[in-house]
């Protein structure tokens, strides 16, 4: 947490008079969501002399929302989820976390919070998001029933997934069906409950279909069309009663039955409030000084529940708030956003883009359908065009022209007689273009659709020397949302994600380095003559031929090798989740040095004959291809030019190869030793 003492931000205790009028405006905002930090960041890339108040109600420091069901399918660590202000070394800045505002005074323009430390404002903005809409139901209040909004509610939900527990999800909007199949083991079972289709009935009877086989395939077991009416607790289990008297028990309930917008400070203070709080083109409530943005905010009878809008509505309030420091709008006044939902239930990807509500298609005449599906792999695919502009479309599975859908339908493009025919008959609406490198793509190509980054934008900011994603990120804000366009902007650098940011890619430079100089100086080194006295040589040659240190050393190696076999372990057993895999590739770097010292130690830099010389020529081979991927794993970011990914893929299956020989070897050394 950030404190500034700096009188430009300082509060003011509960028994102070009236807050003195201050030269500099201070603009206040409720909210450390990912909206109100975005707010935080463009006033103070707007406002050079104002000052920034960012208040957060929960314990944590700011994170991203948004990725919490990637976090609770493991498809995100949490240091993922940090989501700080990017500004937040800047001294105009004063961050407090854990500090609730509880009320609002307009005449005094002041906000109190919940340790009556009061603060002084210019300008307010509310973005306080929402809460949960927990359904009446008698039973919902029961402590087995968990909501699924925050990052304690996720951490939650991850401690019941690990005791295996029976689990009913009720909702089958998408967060209902990204929990429900992130919540599976293959230990347990999750029951997908709704008393309507899912996801609004917006995939079309067909696409449900699909969407219902592949849940099946997963595991998921689907209660569609039954109305829950009562939740009580039986012994150790929570009976859930639906329409009909049937019932169902289960360990635990999570709710994922949609949201309502936070007004409560808002109605405190007198605005004024529909569903939610009402706001004007500029985000302005009924109350000029005060604005409200993103999910707590109503723009023309609309809330809308996804963080991109409320990164649009964030840009034109803070524009319109640079005013007062003479600059000129830059944002126009906010109108409505684009809407589309982009899920991935385990490994299945799906989107719904586009107004694609069966009463908004209707009003549209001459409205074509176009589906291709292919039942096999599960794939559906749905487009829908009017006068030869696509409209809209769905779909479920992989798709590699997604983003190029995206932008079409964002932008309604003409498509082709003939690239529907194709599209019908094959799946693919672009031809060979979209498998083409993002490199090809024009400059206009928005690469991140939530924060509207362009390709060109990208461009600049990696010639200016940003060569890793978090830095991209910092200096563009692209793939900080829900992190889809990750793989695009990996791309653009030329290295693969994993790599990009991997932890301690120093150390794995220096240990792998210098395992292989020492593997050179294995085959340079002469073999170390026999002393001819007692009195010289003594101390290294009892390492080298004493057969007490040649079996210390022998099994030293043995052991070592166990060790680096763990990573491999790491890999490839899902349960062995400690630890981040970056730290298991460092510890493997350094013991592949100790090893090979403790070799050169074992043999006295002899290479020896028959299968002793097969063996260290096939440990040295292991030892130097994996450091030579060490090598170019940790200059992966750097070495763009070089094209890295390919080397480092084939020195590992080289790597890989060796491996499979190498226990075969030792294990018959080792017999030859004690039996023969």
């Given amino acids: 947490m950030t404190e500034l003492k700096s009188s430009a931000a300082r509060q003011y205790s509960p028994n102070s008079a009236q807050a003195s009028d201050s030269s500099y405006p201070i603009y206040v905002i409720v909210g450390t969501g990912p909206v109100g930090v975005r707010c935080a960041q463009k006033l103070l890339e707007f406002c050079d002399e104002a000052q920034i108040v960012i208040y957060g109600a929960e314990t944590e420091s700011p994170y991203n929302r948004v990725k919490l069901s990637q976090y609770l399918s493991r498809h995100v660590n949490r240091d993922e989820l940090d989501n700080p202000i990017l500004g937040k070394s800047d001294h105009r800045l004063a961050e407090y976390i854990d500090r609730e505002i509880i009320s609002i005074d307009r005449v005094k323009k002041i906000v109190t919070d919940a340790a009556g430390n009061r603060q002084p404002y210019t300008k307010l903005i509310l973005a306080t998001g929402s809460n949960p809409s927990i359904p009446r139901i008698p039973g919902a209040e029961l402590p087995s029933v968990y909501p699924f909004r925050s990052l304690r509610n996720t951490n939650d939900l991850i401690a019941l997934r690990e005791q295996h527990a029976d689990i009913c999800v009720i909702g089958a909007g998408a967060l209902g069906l990204e929990a429900a199949t992130a919540l599976k083991t293959p230990k347990n079972t999750v029951t997908l409950q709704s008393r309507g289709k899912l996801l609004s009935g917006l995939l079309g009877e067909e696409g449900e279909e699909f969407l219902k086989s592949s849940l099946a395939a997963l595991g998921v077991q689907l209660k569609v069309g039954s109305t ?184 309604e493009e003409k498509v082709s007689a003939h690239a529907l025919k194709q599209f019908s008959d094959e799946g693919r609406l672009f031809g060979q273009q979209a498998s083409n490198s993002i490199k090809n793509f024009p400059d206009s190509y928005l690469v991140c659709q939530c924060n509207s980054v362009s390709k060109g934008e990208l461009c600049k900011a990696i010639s200016e020397g940003k060569r890793t994603l978090n830095e991209l990120q910092q200096a563009t804000t692209a793939g900080s949302v829900c992190g889809s366009c990750r793989p695009l902007m990996a791309e653009l650098l030329d290295a693969p994600v994993p790599n990009l940011v991997m932890r301690h890619a120093k150390g794995i430079l220096v240990t792998s380095v210098i395992s292989l100089l020492l593997i050179t100086l294995s085959f340079l080194m002469p073999s170390p003559p026999v002393s001819d006295t007692v009195q010289t040589g003594q101390f290294w040659e009892k390492l080298w031929y004493d057969n007490f240190w040649k079996q210390v050393t022998g099994y030293t190696i043995l052991v070592l090798c166990l060790f680096t076999a763990a990573l491999s372990v790491r890999k490839r057993w899902n349960k062995l989740a400690l630890g981040h895999m970056d730290h298991w590739r460092y510890a493997h770097s350094l013991i592949g040095v100790v090893a090979v010292a403790t070799l050169a130690v074992h043999t006295g830099f002899r290479m020896g004959q028959n299968l002793n010389l097969a063996l260290m020529l096939v440990f040295l081979g292991v030892t130097a291809t994996g450091s030579l991927v060490g090598v170019f794993m940790a200059r992966n970011h750097h070495w763009t030019d070089l094209k890295l990914r390919e080397h480092r893929k084939w020195w590992s299956r080289v790597h890989y190869a060796l491996l499979w020989a190498l226990p075969v070897l030792l294990a018959y050394h080792i017999l030859a030793v004690y039996y023969f």
């Avoid at 009976?239 to 405190?268: H, K, M, N, W, Y």
């Avoid at 005449?365 to 487009?383: A, C, D, Q, T, W």
């Avoid at 030869?388 to 590699?400: E, F, K, P």
């Fill in 228 to 411: 829950l009416q009562l939740i009580e607790q039986d012994e150790d289990k929570s009976r859930l009663v639906f329409e009909g008297d049937e019932t169902l028990s289960v360990d635990a309930i999570v709710l994922c039955t949609g949201i309502q917008p936070e007004v409560s400070l808002a109605q405190q203070s007198g605005l004024n409030i529909d569903r939610g709080v009402v706001v004007n083109e500029w985000m302005q409530t009924s109350d000029p000084d005060i604005y409200a943005v993103g999910e707590c905010a109503e723009f023309d009878r609309k809330v809308y529940q996804l963080v991109r809008p409320g990164y649009e509505q964030a840009e034109s309030c803070c524009s319109h708030i640079r005013r007062d420091h003479g600059g000129e709008i830059l944002e126009r006044p906010y109108t409505g956003s684009y809407t589309d939902i982009q899920l991935k239930i385990a490994h299945i990807p799906c989107a719904i883009m586009g107004d694609v509500a069966s009463e908004n298609l209707q009003q549209h005449e001459g409205l074509e359908s176009h589906v291709f599906r292919n039942r096999f792999k599960g794939i559906y695919r749905r487009l829908f065009v009017r006068e030869g502009r696509i409209l809209g479309a769905v779909y479920i599975g992989s798709w590699d022209e997604a983003n190029s859908l995206r932008q079409a339908v964002a932008q």
